[in-house]
């Protein structure tokens, strides 16, 4: 009995040997197949691109490329790819790893400002650094966040009018001001969670509506130039229009480039008598009424 399950279990590991063997040999012998467009996402994991590939019959094992990829070790970088199933998963995964794609996928994030758009784009090889800066700054608030597929080499003023292009179709519809724009740039700066931006929003219409400053900490950091924390004494020691501690009313422009979330909550703010808050160690926002109230939720919590 021993005998016939050994014997049982060398005749499973040949068929399993010999079943890769053929898929692995398959793979890497083709002659045929018209190249494809096929894209890899930031975040995508390589059983999430295996997959993805044998969807587009571009390859016929997903599990094969996997343990491949997986034996070899191979970066997959982000981008768009040119494939086809004419190629082996070796040079594949060779020209996925490369990075060399037709066209680079840059997500730029919400609350990012055209200076850190600019060093990113620079670093993906699409412009030259500084190009944007030159011809953008005056563009701050209207460069939409989003994921956007750009050529090596793309000139930046292709790229602010794409940005620009896209904020007009994200906001098609909305009746938006130049001012809502500066202070959804300074919720997006400050909310950590959605449902807080409404509430920010009516925090910051409420103080203007009492004459009170708007004292809004990423204004401060957008005058020194740095999303890092401020110290106290930037409060009154940093002299900038930006400085919304020390001048009263909205800062001459935004801050940075909202996303749809915070121009909507801007839009549509949040009906409440609050004028204060600050955020919890867990991202969460602690609204309060009066100063008396913000004090104590300040002790509470902090």
Known sequence: MKKIIITILVVLLALVIGAFSYYFYSLNHKTRGEAQE????QGQSTREIAENLANEKIISSALVFEIYAKLKGELIQIGVYKLSSSQSIKEILAILGSGKSSEYLVTIPEGWRVTQIDKELAQKGVITAGDLLKIASADEGYLFPDTYRLMPKTPAAEVRQMMLDNFQKKTEGLTITREEVILASIVEREAKFDEDRPKIARVYFNRQDMGMKLE????????????????????????????????????????????????Q???H??????????????GHAVFSATLEEHEENLKKYQ
């Open 38 to 41: 096929f894209i890899v996402r």
């Open 216 to 263: 809004a900490d990423p204004t401060v950091q957008y005058a020194k130039g740095s999303w890092d924390p401020i110290k106290t004494s930037d409060y009154h020691n940093i002299s900038s229009l930006y400085n919304t501690y020390l001048y009263p009313g909205l800062p001459p422009g935004p801050i940075c480039n909202p996303g749809l979330k915070s121009i």
């Open 269 to 282: 703010p949040e009906k409440n008598g609050w004028l204060y808050f600050f955020h919890k160690t867990d």
């Open 265 to 267: 909550a801007v839009l």
